[in-house]
Structures are given as C-alpha cells and as structure tokens.
C-alpha cells in the first residue's frame, strides 16, 4: 500500500486536501509524540473532523501534525485496516487505536467499570473468584442445549456446563455485572460445524464446545471444549502459521491446539476433552493468567454489541444453578 502523507500543522479540516470522489480508504494520524493512529473511513473528511474536534470515542485530538491516506474504492476496508494496524505494531509504533491494537494503553469503557489496577489484579489472581457474584433464582424455561441433551445425554451436558460455570467464575471478570454488555453466550448457535454453546467477549469467541466429536489420542473420537489464548502462548513464534495443529504432551497431555486467525487477531486454540477445563487449566497457572489477560483485553477491544442479540440468559442461569458436574434439580 503506497500512501500518501500531508502535513497538517494546525489545520481544522483536510477538505481542500481530497476530491470529493477520492474520501473513502484508509487514513493513518500522526501525533506530536510520535504515535499514531489507523482508521478506516468512507469520508476521510469526516472522519478527521471527528478527531481533531472530539466525539463521545475521544477528546478531540489537537496534537494531530500528518495525516496518510490510502484509497479504498471496494468494500475491503477492515482487513486491509486491521492488515495496516499490524504491520505497524510489527514495527513497534505505538498506536491510539483499540480494536485490533491488543495490550493497547487507551482508555476502554471497560475502565469505567472495571478499573484498570482492578483488571490488574484479576489477572493475577487477586479478584474476587467464585459463584457468590452471582444472584440467580431458577432460570425461566429451558435452554435449546437442555431440551437437546437432557435426555439424550446428561452425562455430556453437565460437563458442558462445568466448563462454562468454570469460566463464569475464574476467567471472566465481574462476570454477572457486564453479563450481555461485554460478554455474552449462545445456545445451540447455528455456526459453521455447530456448535452446543458458545462464550462471546467482546466481539471475538472466547470458549466454545464443538458439536462435532474429534480424535482423541487414545485413538477415540470425542467431545472437546476450546478455549483461546493470545498467540505465541502455547505455539512458538517461528512454528505458528493459520490452522496449524500441535499435539500437547506433559501436563496437556491429551490435549491439542490450532493457531486460529481471525479478523480481528490470532490465537491459540486449546482443545481440551470436555468437562475438563477448570482441571487442565489450574494444573497450569501461567494458563490461567494467559486466560485471565485475554479476557480483559477481548472486553477492552469492545462491548459484545455483535452477539447481544443471541445472548441466552436462560442458559447462564442454568449453567450457574448447576453444580459442579451436576445438572440443576430442575432439569435432573
């Protein structure tokens, strides 16, 4: 991509500087201090006007002294933004952006609720774990997923569940104050493969439980749970490459992770046979740390406004009435 760079100094608008049929594409912002910012922008005009003025995203931006430009005649804006957010992380720059920009120093919403020495401590281990942060009477109804496996297989369902009360509890932070807001989860979503449930934060998928059965190492096919974790956790740098697939051994034994690239970021994916999550991630605290920072950081990207519309409240008080490898009395 060859952009195009225009000092600004002081100007309040760029106007003078793009045709009115050349707007659309991708912008880069350079700040006083060396740091930059990438955007996308069907009107770069506009889009400026935003920065250096303010809107409820941020303060106005008065240090902005260049701007690149990039022009993007078809509808290929994201990638090609999230492509540049990349390239220049890989450089070292230090961006203002968020989404996309993991580890990012910005102020989050999330900040507003969580405060950021509060996420701090989560992460390592000093938040407040358990099932007494939530306040759930008997859900209304009954889940798809239940009315699926109640009867077919409950042996199955109850440790889908305790993988999910797991991550509630251990992994998610305030997890039923930002329930539906930063998180959400799906019942019996009907994705690509299938899937019995899956746990949203942000917008990125955090914990899933294929439906499909996979080979296991004992040479048997059977139900896995995975859980993403940042890239590089589990898979070295110079081996990592899209939909790659390592054998664990030692403590992981029996396990097994795929390096994952989505459109917003790459990951580690760790199949762990379901119902065992809570046991293979706490044999291993470095993993649950790993888990614990990808969370905050997927919630600092954005609220889960992508799923909200498939969040089941039934399901979350299903899973959270249950008890450890056990169904609800309701539903036994």
């Not at 720059?93 to 102020?107: A, C, D, S, V, Y």
């Not at 409950?154 to 305790?162: K, M, Q």
């Not at 740390?289 to 990808?294: G, I, L, Q």
Request: net charge negative; hydrophobic share 40%.
């Amino acid at each position: 991509m060859r952009f195009k760079r225009f000092p600004i100094g002081g100007f309040d608008s760029v106007a003078a500087l793009f045709p009115a049929d050349q707007r659309r594409g991708i912008y880069v912002l350079e700040f006083t201090n060396g740091e930059q910012y990438v955007g996308q922008a069907l009107n770069v005009v506009t889009r400026f006007s935003n920065h250096r003025h303010g809107s409820r995203h941020h303060k106005a931006w008065t240090d902005i002294e260049a701007i690149q430009f990039f022009p993007v005649p078809e509808d290929h804006l994201t990638p090609i933004e999230f492509e540049h957010i990349a390239r220049l992380r890989s450089q070292g720059i230090e961006l203002r952006n968020k989404t996309g920009n993991f580890g990012h120093l910005q102020p989050s919403r999330l900040d507003e609720v969580i405060p950021v020495e509060d996420q701090e401590h989560w992460v390592l281990g000093r938040g407040n774990y358990g099932v007494s942060t939530f306040d759930f009477g008997v859900p209304e109804g009954t889940s798809k997923l239940c009315t699926k496996l109640k009867d077919r297989d409950s042996e199955l369902l109850a440790r889908i569940f305790g993988d999910l009360r797991y991550a509630f509890t251990d992994l998610i932070p305030n997890a039923a104050e930002l329930e539906s807001l930063y998180w959400t989860l799906s019942d019996y979503p009907s994705t690509a493969g299938g899937r019995f449930a899956t746990l949203n934060l942000g917008v990125l998928e955090f914990v899933v439980h294929p439906r499909t059965k996979l080979s296991a190492n004992n040479g048997k096919d059977e139900h896995f749970v995975f859980i993403n974790f940042p890239e590089g956790t589990l898979v070295p740098e110079n081996e990592w490459e899209p939909f790659a697939e390592f054998r664990c051994g030692g403590e992981l034994e029996g396990c097994f992770c795929v390096c994952v690239e989505y459109e917003l970021t790459r990951a580690d994916a760790l199949y762990i046979p379901v119902g065992r999550l809570q046991e293979t991630l706490d044999q291993i605290p470095e993993l649950v740390e790993a888990a614990r920072a990808f969370a905050i950081e997927l919630m600092r990207q954005n609220q889960s406004n992508l799923f909200r519309r498939w969040h089941s409240r039934t399901l979350v008080g299903e899973v959270m009435t249950s008890q450890q490898g056990q169904l609800p009395a309701a539903l036994s």
